[in-house]
């Protein structure tokens, strides 16, 4: 039996992301019937949790919400043996991890597939939200340009992978250091579309339909915040870095957002902005996502 795991964007061929993106969107099947998944979260969260655990209950399954400190990740005991014995008893584990390597830990000992629910590196379910959200409001991802401003984090990765791979334009506009490296970029590149980067956000959303970005200080960089506010602090998407974009740009931020720090309010409430949207299609993600997984892996 395969097991297909979602770690990374990447993880699917062309072909199966545009076949998650359908399941997404039609009507849930019972692919979970009977079966529990686990949701284990090693930091905060409101929109994944609540649309994972709904997601499971329109798929006939039972969410199990765990917190990270209760099983006590290679302190209490290690990630395969937490993982060894979660997989007797559910059809799904899906984490929210610091460390990438937990999830991938949990993958290579897994009976059952394992569903990244954000980690350090990226965040999967985000990014199928996010080319949801496009298609539906801005039209097919391969005419758009998708401008990323600020920290290239792991939505910006999973966002960029998902962008490209369905043919899409990503333009970043990062900071010096906290921008792709070279490497990344060759990588990204080699996955389709078109992909260009520059530390001049005003030249970064030139003709972009849609301007996305996200906190400056994801969970686990707080020690960093003073500095990254220095160094972030020409990056905010305002009306003017808007006005620079294509007629009409929209507006997209995973959440959860800090007024006049990355986004001003007017932008982030406008009548551009598609962020509640956004949010709510990780919902529709959620299914997609279990359901391919599940299915695959029969
Ligand atoms: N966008 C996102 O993952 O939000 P939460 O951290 O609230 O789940
Ligand atoms: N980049 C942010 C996303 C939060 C959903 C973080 O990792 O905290």
């Known amino acids: 039996m395969t097991i297909r795991h979602l770690l ?34 090693e930091k905060p969260s409101n929109r994944t ?6 997601a499971v209950v329109q798929l006939g399954g039972h969410p199990v919400y765990t917190r990270g400190e209760e099983i006590g990740f290679d302190t209490r005991e290690t990630v395969e043996d937490v993982t060894r ?3 007797g008893y559910h059809g799904v584990l899906a984490a929210r991890v610091f460390a990438h390597a937990t999830v991938t830990r949990m993958a290579a000992c897994s009976a059952v597939p394992v569903v ?12 199928l939200a996010d080319v949801i959200t496009m298609k539906e409001h801005c039209g097919p991802v391969d005419d758009l ?9 792991n939505v910006a990765r999973s ?26 970029l060759t990588r990204l590149a080699a996955l389709g579309g ?20 996200d906190t400056w200080i994801s969970m686990g960089q707080e020690e960093e915040s003073a500095a990254r506010r220095k160094v972030f602090s020409s990056y905010i998407v305002d009306s003017t870095l808007m006005g620079d974009a294509a007629p009409g740009a929209k507006f997209m931020h995973c959440m959860p957002a800090h007024r006049g720090e990355e ?13 509640i949207a956004q949010g709510h299609h990780r919902l529709t993600a959620a299914r997609g996502a279990l359901t391919f997984v599940r299915e695959a892996s029969r």
């Open 159 to 184: 966002l960029a992978e998902a962008v490209l791979m369905l043919g899409g334009t990503m333009s970043f506009g990062c900071p010096a250091g906290y921008d792709a490296p070279a490497a990344e």
């Open 145 to 153: 340009v998708v401008a990323w401003v600020g920290d290239y984090n």
């Open 49 to 54: 949790r609540h649309s994972m655990e709904m």
């Open 194 to 213: 078109s992909v260009s980067q520059t530390d001049d956000p005003h030249a970064a959303v030139v003709g972009a339909h849609v301007v996305h970005t």
């Open 8 to 41: 990374d964007i990447t993880d699917l061929t062309v072909g199966e992301l545009r076949h998650v993106l359908a399941l997404s969107t039609a009507a849930p099947k019972k692919v979970l019937d009977g079966e529990g998944v686990a949701l284990i979260f």
């Open 85 to 87: 014995i979660m997989s």
């Open 116 to 127: 990244n629910m954000l980690s350090d590196r990226s965040h999967p379910l985000q990014a």
């Open 263 to 275: 986004v001003s309010a007017d932008v982030f409430d406008g009548d551009n902005s598609l962020v």
